[in-house]
Every structure is written in structure tokens, then in C-alpha cells.
């Protein structure tokens, strides 16, 4: 069983930086695809950015440019940078971690409030 802990979010003004973090239970971390999902009242939860087991990157096409995504396999972490940002931008952000197509698991989420 995998265990997902998102933290990090909170309040901030529109133009700041939140660093979420997400640590990961279980010996599949480094096999795994790390996504950093997010949820605004009344829309789909999307996709925002995630890092393969290589290392490589995809990010959100609204969101390039502020954010980083990285990954500690020694620590079983995941990070998400985000800087400037936006009203447009507040949701409650999930913590997911894919092993191919059998293991999908998320977090409970963390609140990302940005005040304009």
C-alpha cells in the first residue's frame, strides 16, 4: 500500500511562491511517474506537472515558466515550485504517483489560496 502526504500549501498574495511537498510510503517511488494534479471549485481536476522515473519533466502549458518539478528517490519526495502566482491558480493541489497502468494513488490534497 501507498501513502501519498502532500504539504505546503497555504495563502498567499498573487505574485508569490509556495513550495508543496509530497512524501511517498512504499518501495515503488523510484519506479514511479510523480504528478502534481490540481482542483478549482466547479472544474476537472487537471493535470499541472509531472516527473518520470528518468527525470524527465512535463508541465501545464498555463503554468510554464513558474513552475519546477522535482524529485529526492532517496527521500521519496516530490516537489512542486510555484512562483508568480495567480488568482486563476487556486485549487486544491493532489499528490499522484503511476506505475505503469496498474498503480495510480493519490494524496488527500492541499489547499493553494492566492489572493489578488
Known amino acids: 500500500q501507498v501513502q501519498l502526504v502532500e504539504s505546503g500549501g497555504g495563502l498567499v498574495q498573487s505574485g508569490g511562491s509556495l513550495r508543496l511537498s509530497c512524501a511517498a510510503s512504499?518501495?515503488?517511488?523510484?519506479?514511479?511517474?510523480m504528478g502534481w494534479y490540481r482542483q478549482a471549485p466547479g472544474k476537472q481536476r487537471e493535470l499541472v506537472a509531472d516527473?518520470?522515473?528518468?527525470?524527465?519533466?512535463n508541465y501545464v502549458d498555463s503554468m510554464k515558466g513558474r513552475l519546477t518539478i522535482s524529485r529526492d528517490n532517496a527521500k521519496n519526495m516530490v516537489y512542486l515550485q510555484m512562483n508568480s502566482l495567480k488568482p486563476e491558480d487556486m485549487a486544491v493541489y493532489y499528490c499522484?504517483?503511476?506505475?505503469?497502468?496498474?498503480?495510480?494513488?493519490w494524496g488527500q490534497g492541499t489547499q493553494v489560496t492566492v489572493s489578488s
Open positions: 516527473i518520470a522515473s528518468s527525470g524527465a519533466t
Open positions: 499522484n504517483l503511476k506505475v505503469a497502468r496498474s498503480l495510480n494513488y
Open positions: 512504499g518501495s515503488i517511488f523510484r519506479l514511479a511517474t
